[in-house]
C-alpha cells in the first residue's frame, strides 16, 4: 500500500475536524477505486453531505439521508448553493470538470479544499487546493479515517434540507396527467418500476441529464454513459458490451432521436448475438441539447436541430426486433411492462414533448450561482407527490 504523507493527513483531518459547513464531492475514481465503503464510513462518521458528479452517481447511494444529489451544470440548486456556500471541500476521485465548477474564479471561494486523487497531473490543474493527498482513493481513505472522529453536523444538513424548498421538483410520481409525455416522467417511471434494478446505458443529450436527475442509482456501475466525452451514439454497442459483461442483469439503453440513429446498424449485432436488450429512444423530434441552447441563449433560431427519423418502430421490426411507440403518460406501466417480459430486445420508441428543457441549467463557463432555474410555469412544478 502507498503510504501518504503523515503531514497530509494530519491536515486533512484537522480541516474536516474545523469545517462547519463541509461536502464531499465524490466523483468516478469512487468507482473506480472501489472505495464505496470507505466513502461511506467518512460521510458518516464525520456526517458530511454528499455530492455526486455525473461519473461518480452509483459511488454512493442515493437513497443515502446524507445524499445530496448531482453537482453541476444541470445538477441539482441546492448541491450547487452547499457547494458555494461550503467552508470545505472534500473531492474524492474527481477533476473538477469544467461541468461541474462553471467558471473557476468564482467557485467555492469560501472553502478549503482537500483532494485525493491518484493522478498528480490532476492537482491544482483547474482549482487549486490547500491539502492535496495522491494516491489510490481506497487506500488513501483507509489511512484516513483512523484520524476522523465522530462530528455533528446535523446543522449544516438541515441548512440544506431548508434550502430545497420548492425547487425540489423531483417528487413527480403523483403529477396529474395532462396528456404530454416528458422525457423526465419516462426517466421516474424506468426507475419505479425497474426498482432501479437495472443497467442503464445513456447516450448524450437531455435525455442524459434527465437520467442522471430522475433516476436513482444506488449502485455503482449501474450507470454507464461516455461523461465528458460526449460520445453520441455511445449508448447502444456500450450497452451490447454491458449485457455480455453481466448476461443476467436487465439492460436498458437510453438514447436520444439524433444518437441512436448514429450507431443504429448495430441493432443487427443484438439480432446476431440474441442479447436481451430493451431501448428507449427518447424521440424530441430535435438534436435537444444544442436546441436548448439555442432557445436560452441564440433566441430560438432552431438551425439544424429539428431532426428528421426513421420510424423507430418499423426499423426495430426491419431487424426483427419488437416494439411500439408510447404518446402518453397513461401508457408507459404497460409499454415497460411489455418489453420486460419480452423475450428478446424490445424497442420503446417515446414520442416526448419536442421543446422541453433540462433544468436547472448553469450557462458554461458562468459561476454555480448563475443558475437558471425551471420556471414557475413549467408543469413538471405543478405538483409535487412522493418520490
Ligand atoms: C451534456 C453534458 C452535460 C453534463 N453535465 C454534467 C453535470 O451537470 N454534472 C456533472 O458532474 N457532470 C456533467 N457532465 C459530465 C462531465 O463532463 C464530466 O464527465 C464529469 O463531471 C466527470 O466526473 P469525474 O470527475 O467524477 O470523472 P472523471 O472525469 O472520470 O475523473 C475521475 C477522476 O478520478 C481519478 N481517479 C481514477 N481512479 C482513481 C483512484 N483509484 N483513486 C483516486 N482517484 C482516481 C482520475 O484520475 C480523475 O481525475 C456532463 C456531460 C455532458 C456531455
Ligand atoms: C458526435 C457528436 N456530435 C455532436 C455533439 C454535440 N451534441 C451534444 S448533445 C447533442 C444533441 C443530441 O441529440 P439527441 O441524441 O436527439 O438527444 P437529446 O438531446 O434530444 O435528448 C449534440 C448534437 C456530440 N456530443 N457528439
Ligand atoms: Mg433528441
Not at 424548498?165 to 409525455?181: Q, T
Request: negative net charge; glycine residues 10%.
Amino acid at each position: 500500500m502507498l503510504h501518504v504523507e503523515e503531514s497530509g493527513l494530519a491536515q486533512a483531518a484537522e480541516l474536516i475536524r474545523n469545517a462547519q459547513r463541509p461536502v464531499i464531492l465524490a466523483g468516478h475514481g469512487v468507482i473506480e477505486s472501489g472505495a464505496m465503503e470507505q466513502l461511506r464510513t467518512l460521510a458518516e462518521r464525520a456526517q458530511v453531505p454528499v455530492a455526486l458528479s455525473l461519473l461518480g452517481l452509483g459511488g454512493f447511494p442515493a437513497s443515502h439521508p446524507l445524499n445530496l444529489g448531482m453537482m453541476g451544470m444541470h445538477g441539482e440548486a441546492w448541491v450547487n448553493d452547499a457547494i458555494q456556500e461550503s467552508d470545505l471541500l472534500i473531492a474524492c476521485g474527481m477533476r473538477f470538470d469544467d461541468r461541474v465548477i462553471g467558471k473557476p474564479s468564482t467557485y467555492a471561494l469560501k472553502a478549503k479544499k482537500i483532494h485525493i486523487e491518484v493522478d498528480p497531473a490532476e492537482i491544482n490543474k483547474n482549482i487549486k487546493v490547500d491539502v492535496a493527498l495522491v494516491g489510490d482513493l481506497g487506500e488513501v481513505l483507509e489511512q484516513l479515517l483512523p484520524r476522523i472522529a465522530g462530528r455533528d453536523g446535523s446543522k449544516w444538513i438541515r441548512t440544506i434540507e431548508e434550502s430545497k424548498g420548492v425547487v425540489a421538483v423531483r417528487d413527480i410520481k403523483n403529477l396529474p396527467d395532462s396528456g404530454h409525455l416528458y422525457a423526465a416522467h419516462v426517466m421516474h417511471d424506468l426507475w419505479r418500476i425497474t426498482g432501479g434494478n437495472a443497467i442503464v446505458v445513456t447516450d448524450v443529450g437531455q435525455h442524459q441529464m434527465w437520467e442522471a436527475q430522475y433516476f436513482h442509482h444506488e449502485t455503482p456501475r449501474s450507470l454507464i454513459t461516455s461523461g465528458g466525452l460526449g460520445t453520441m451514439g455511445f449508448a447502444l454497442p456500450a450497452a451490447i458490451g454491458a449485457k455480455m459483461a453481466c448476461p443476467d442483469k436487465e439492460v436498458w439503453v437510453i438514447a436520444g432521436d439524433g444518437g441512436f440513429q448514429m450507431t443504429a446498424a448495430e441493432l443487427s449485432t443484438i439480432v446476431q448475438e440474441n442479447l436481451k436488450i430493451n431501448i428507449a429512444v427518447i424521440n424530441n423530434g430535435y438534436l435537444g441539447m444544442v436546441r436548448q441552447w439555442q432557445e436560452f441563449f441564440y433566441e430560438k433560431n432552431y438551425e439544424a436541430t429539428p431532426l428528421v427519423s426513421p420510424d423507430f418502430v418499423k426499423l426495430a421490426d426491419a431487424h426483427g426486433i419488437a416494439g411500439r411507440a408510447v404518446k402518453t403518460r397513461a401508457e408507459v406501466d404497460a409499454a415497460v411492462d411489455e418489453a420486460r417480459k419480452h423475450d428478446g430486445p424490445y424497442l420503446l420508441n417515446f414520442l416526448v414533448e419536442k421543446e422541453d428543457s433540462v433544468y436547472p441549467m448553469i450557462p458554461a463557463g458562468s459561476s454555480l450561482h448563475e443558475m437558471i432555474r425551471r420556471p414557475e410555469s413549467n408543469p413538471l412544478v405543478e405538483s409535487a407527490g412522493d418520490k
